[in-house]
């Protein structure tokens, strides 16, 4: 008889998901850097490098949402309390998010900002209006992060919910979690059409898509809590040992075909419907083998450091790559060199600001709301006459987005 291993405990380092994140934040990377003047065809906006990657920017955000439900589920302790877990959470996001807002005014943004454009896109609440020009504005990839936002106002009500459901039917909840996600584009079609995408020029491969429907399938912080979901939902399957054993590589495999077949389906499929069910598949399988202490390639102490830095990654690059074309005015590459070159030279920069931006910006937010958690409850010890305890966290802070995943 086959062994079979048992159910993994909370406190299973996923070191291989904090080093796939930087891949979905880098595949978002190339998703907006195929978006420039200079890596598509001036006639048809579809050259073959915007074309392979006119879904990574979708694809990378969907991953990080699911990959935040996941994580955020897999490292969840019975003894936290809601208001420490919100706190947890602005304090890992909003400083960072408040630098790179005004980082993006400075370098190209201010032209475009207005008070009704800046002011949802600062306090994260641009997701919610159904305008491309507010929710794709100043800082573009901060739009996840309002949808984060949602997330984890609701994670410690659905973390209750799921929790009790039994475990025998969590696929069952799973597989109807991933149908609605699925569905949501053909719902879609109930929603007035509206505008056409504003901003983008006729030759983008965004243009002449329905600004209403598209908002409603990919960016309403209401309907991309499937996806958080789905991925608490994974999570709750590997730990209650009902995970199928599907291998990473396998797992891996149905991701580059599921991709591969988003770049023929109409639009609104071409979202995160096609993706979705791969994604989680992945997420579980690789928590799988790091939790029975397989690991993989991207555990390595490089890649886990790259996914530290992912999340700060994501808020930098679309800054420094409009500051590229519309401030220094590289609308063309004269040659695949200096094209290549470019790119490298703008994704190093974003690694080199990204690193700076952990050090300097969100550590030490973290590590602030830690000693202010710490003296609360050294203090609340006092009062009640007993010995403090260490704080509650999730087990890997870093090891979720934004983060989308986001994401784009």
């Known amino acids: 008889m086959s062994h079979v291993p048992a159910p993994p405990g909370p406190t299973a380092r996923l070191s291989s998901l904090t080093g796939m994140r930087f891949l979905a934040a880098f595949l978002v990377f190339l998703f907006h850097l195929s978006l420039l003047d200079a890596y598509s065809s001036p006639e048809t906006g579809h050259g073959p490098f915007a074309s392979a990657l006119k879904n990574g920017g979708w694809a990378g955000v969907t991953f990080f949402f699911i990959l935040s439900g996941f994580v955020l589920t897999w490292s969840a302790r019975d003894k936290d309390n809601a208001p420490a877990f919100w706190g947890r959470r602005l304090a890992k996001i ?13 370098l190209y943004a201010s032209a475009h900002a207005t008070w009704g454009r800046a002011v949802p896109n600062f306090l994260l609440l641009q997701a919610w209006i159904p305008r491309d020009d507010v929710f794709f504005s100043i800082n573009n990839p901060s739009w996840s992060l ?22 025998g039917r ?57 996806d958080f979901a789905l991925g608490m939902l994974a999570a709750r399957i590997v730990l209650t040992g009902k995970w199928i054993r ?18 023929k389906v109409p639009f609104l499929f071409s979202l995160n419907a096609v993706v979705v069910v791969p994604f989680a598949l992945l997420i579980a399988a690789t ?32 800054t420094l790559l409009s500051f590229t074309q519309e401030r220094l005015g590289f609308h063309q590459a004269h040659s695949a060199g200096e094209a290549v070159g470019v790119a490298a030279l703008v994704a190093a920069v974003s690694l080199l600001l990204a690193w700076l931006l952990y050090l300097g910006v969100e550590r030490p937010a973290m590590r602030a709301w830690s000693r202010r958690a710490r003296a609360r409850q050294a203090r609340q010890a006092r009062l009640d006459g007993a010995a403090p305890t260490e704080p509650q966290h999730p087990l890997q802070e870093t090891s979720e987005k934004p983060v989308t995943a986001d994401a784009s």
């Open 94 to 106: 909003y400083p960072n998010h408040v630098v790179t807002f005004v980082l993006a005014l400075v």
């Open 146 to 167: 309002s949808c984060e936002l949602v997330f984890y106002l609701l994670f410690p009500a659905l973390h209750r919910l799921i929790g009790r459901i039994g475990a």
């Open 170 to 226: 969590l696929w069952w909840w799973a597989t109807g979690v991933a149908a609605a996600i699925v569905l949501l584009p053909v719902a879609a079609q109930l929603v007035p059409a509206g505008a056409d995408f504003g901003p983008n020029h006729a030759n983008s491969p965004l243009y002449g898509h329905s600004i209403n429907q598209m908002w409603f399938v990919y960016i309403f912080p209401l309907t991309r809590v499937l």
């Open 246 to 263: 599907l291998g990473v590589l396998p797992a891996s495999a149905l991701t580059v075909i599921a991709y591969l077949v988003s770049l």
């Open 287 to 318: 928590a799988a083998r790091d939790a029975q202490g397989g690991g993989t390639a991207l555990g390595t102490r490089a890649w886990v450091w790259l996914g530290e830095v992912s999340f700060a990654f994501y808020l930098v690059h679309q």
